[in-house]
């Protein structure tokens, strides 16, 4: 049976196989190899997942949309319930279905099934707190098996991106691997060497790893607070003099992860409350129309559609007439530097901490390997890369590179003529 890896992604999701061939994605949806985390459950009928999912929530299909699911692992929220529909389901739950979902399509890809996995983790699914830490894997490994894995293990999302660079690299050289996701920033440094790539213990070549839980969504929640929810109300007053908005609110309205708790009719009931007790109540109109009408993700994907574009072009316009007609917002790359440069900053902090485990200067590093979504934001990728100033930039499968070297993993740790777990981080066998 075909060995896999997969990376359970913040924003997306990969599954490489590991073949006679060599290490491989497999297409997700419509021959696409990624697949954007996202499950949305419709009043009546099936699940859809990914582009699906999040197309039927735009146009404006009834039911619940769910994103950033790894976000919860690690979190006191896995054990809660959430109403879909009728029902309520755990958001541990949620997250089998949608990786049962990924599995199933994996299985059609190539042909057979698949019940031998390494599964890509971050260097720290929570900071600073090991047992929370060790938790969260527990839980992933323990959805793992539900789904109907049953050899599971785990490896370091970094290390996993340094075996794929580690294929086009002829020589010996120090790397450090910085993949900046979605949910979380991770690092290693790795002594990368294709001569030895078939040796069975590589933990000699594995200086250091550091993260945090800074990612892309991160991003966006600070650009949307910043930018977008003062136009819904946040921080303006109330009436009652030395009162405003209660922040905590737009705080839930701007994380993907919290969403989803606004929508339980209270919350409306409160900002209508609200409303009549603010000092500008056409911008709490907009908040209500935000929450009565559900379109908390949809603001949250234009928000992080904004980001991108911003990144790509340098400015853009945010249309918000969904809340209210010819409302929009302009935003400038300054904007984003303004408003997230602290979060590029921490991140960037992470690689000193590195270095330091490793026993390292700055200029010992020989390449800077980069993967991960949020890499495309200049002022992040300037900020990385002002740690390592001499080291050479290379750029990987931005969305790829894990899940490709957790197949390369797999192949290793379970392949009848490889030798078996080099460079492990743990397992559930």
Known sequence: MTACGLDFGTSNTTLGAMGRGGPRLVALEDGADTLPSAIFFPRTGTPMVGRAAMAAYVAGEHGRLM????????????????????????????????????????????????TR????????????????????????????????????????????????????VEGEELALIADIGGGTSDFSIVRICRARSGEADRASDILANEGVRIGGTDFDRRLSLSMVMPLLGHGSPLKREGLSMPAGIYQDLATWSAINRLYDGRTARTIRELERDAARPEMVRRLARAIEDERGHGLALDVEA?????????????????????LSVGIAHEDLVEHTGAL?????????????????????????????????????????????????????????????????????????TEAARPLSCGSTN
């Not at 960037?348 to 485990?357: G, K, P, V």
């Open 344 to 416: 590029a900053e921490r991140i960037a902090r992470q690689i000193s901490t590195c270095l330091a485990a490793a026993g390292l200067a700055p200029d010992d590093i020989d390449a800077l390997f980069l993967t991960g979504g949020s890499t495309h934001l200049s002022h992040v990728r300037e900020a990385i890369c002002a740690c390592v100033p001499q080291a050479r930039v290379v750029k990987g499968d931005t969305f790829g590179s894990v899940g490709t070297g957790l197949a390369i993993e797999a192949g290793r740790r379970y392949g009848e």
């Open 117 to 168: 996995v390494v599964l890509g983790r971050p260097v720290h699914f929570v900071d600073d707190d090991a047992a929370g830490d060790a938790r969260a894997q527990d839980v992933l490994g323990a959805i793992a098996r539900d789904i109907g894995f049953r050899d599971i293990s785990f490896q370091f999302e970094p290390i996993a991106a340094s075996l794929d660079y580690e294929r086009q």
């Open 67 to 114: 994103r950033a699911l790894k976000s919860v692992l690690g979190t006191s929220l896995v054990d809660e319930t959430t109403a879909v529909g009728r029902v309520r389901l755990s958001f541990r739950g949620v997250i089998a279905a949608y990786l049962a979902e990924v599995k199933a399509r994996g299985e059609r890809s190539v042909g057979e099934e698949l």
């Open 306 to 326: 904004a980001k991108i574009r911003v990144a790509e072009a340098g400015r853009t316009s945010l249309d918000l007439a969904m809340l209210e007609a010819g």
